[in-house]
């Protein structure tokens, strides 16, 4: 029974070489692949820096997209600005006002601003009670 | 007349509490009242350019003085037809008045109304604002020389001389008018536009003419 021995022996190491082969060129076939990949991947980023390198139509290109801001810079100081320049125009406006209304008032508040020829027949004046 | 009784100056006071009117009023009514001709008045009559100028007060302020302060019988006569308001002010009865007495429905005793020494009152009546015209057309036929029988002066509350169809139809019926101007309300133009529309012109009487101002601020801009 030796014999049958001997030569099952040899049997089970080509065996074991085979899966041995097999196993490392599925995994060459593995790296291949993932080094394929990697390779369109360069080429799509060689690709994609190139395309970014041409100038747009408006003749610039777009380094930094630009963002919006929350809020206006220098808020206070608008703000305060603003708060100054509504005081004094509505100061200004005010006393437009005031005046416009008191050249337009031909109401007469004393014996002295009739005309004279009206003044002389005023014959008496009450006072303004409260 | 109905005469009422003799009453004390104090008490005459107390009346003028109850008409609501204030010494300066009085006292301004009464350098007017000497100015256009005192104790020698007849038939005197308020008006002014528009209404709200103090007609009503003035008038009872007037007639107030004659009775008070020369002792005449005063009839104060309402021809403010369209805005009647002399019954309400002095707590009278509003009919009847001169309506019924100028379309003859009632006697004079009846629509004689005293409200004080000396004074007594015609309210304006149930008239219809479309029968001014009317009624002074009455008042001009004998009607005002009845009244006039009746006191020593007759002052009338007249209607306004522009705003009034018959205001300056009115106001002719007076001997000596008397315009009020409210200072500060009145513009000049309607002043000049109601002293033109009626002959001779009056006498004017300004009404709220003192500034609001405190005193060392009139002093300062001279006001």
């Not at chain 1, 070489?17 to 799509?44: C, G, I, M, N």
């Not at chain 1, 408006?58 to 320049?85: E, H, M, N, Q």
């Not at chain 1, 601003?113 to 006072?127: N, T």
């Amino acid at each position: 029974m030796r014999p049958s021995t001997n030569t099952s022996r040899p049997t089970r190491t080509s065996a074991r070489q085979a899966r041995s082969r097999t196993a490392l060129k599925r995994t060459d076939d593995l790296a291949r692949t993932h080094y394929e990949d990697l390779v369109q991947k360069l080429d799509a980023a060689k690709l994609d820096i190139a395309a970014a390198d041409q100038p747009g139509a408006a003749g610039f290109r777009v380094i930094d997209s630009p963002t919006v801001p929350y809020r206006p810079k220098g808020f206070v100081k608008l703000a305060a600005l603003a708060a100054v320049g509504g005081l004094v125009a509505g100061l200004f406006l005010m006393l437009a006002t005031l005046l416009l209304l008191t050249a337009l008032d031909t109401s007469v508040r004393r014996p002295q601003e009739l005309p004279e020829e009206l003044a002389q027949r005023v014959v008496g004046s009450i006072p303004r009670l409260r | 007349m109905h005469q009422v009784q003799s009453v004390p100056w104090h008490e005459v006071i107390g009346i003028n509490g109850q008409f609501g009117l204030p010494t300066q009023v009085l006292d301004a009514c009464r350098s007017t009242s000497l100015r256009i001709g005192g104790p020698r008045l007849t038939t005197v009559g308020v008006t002014s350019a528009i209404r709200g100028e103090g007609r009503s007060m003035v008038a009872q302020a007037l007639a107030l003085i004659q009775a008070n302060d020369y002792r005449r019988r005063v009839v104060l006569l309402e021809l403010d037809l369209e805005n009647p308001a002399l019954a309400e002010q002095l707590r009278l009865a509003a009919r009847p008045g001169l309506a019924e007495l100028a379309q003859g429905s009632s006697a004079m005793s009846e629509v004689l109304q005293p409200f004080g020494p000396r004074l007594a009152a015609i309210t304006a009546g149930a008239s219809l604002p479309a029968a001014g015209a009317g009624i002074l057309e009455q008042l001009r036929g004998g009607v005002l020389r009845a009244v006039q029988q009746e006191a020593d002066v007759v002052v009338m509350d007249l209607p306004p001389l522009i705003t009034s169809p018959y205001g300056r139809q009115a106001a002719q019926m007076a001997e000596q008018l008397v315009m009020v101007i409210r200072a500060g309300i009145t513009p000049l133009p309607r002043v000049k536009e109601a002293i033109d529309s009626v002959s001779p012109a009056p006498a004017i009487l300004l009404n709220g003419v003192h500034s609001s101002l405190p005193r060392w601020m009139q002093t300062l801009l001279s006001v």
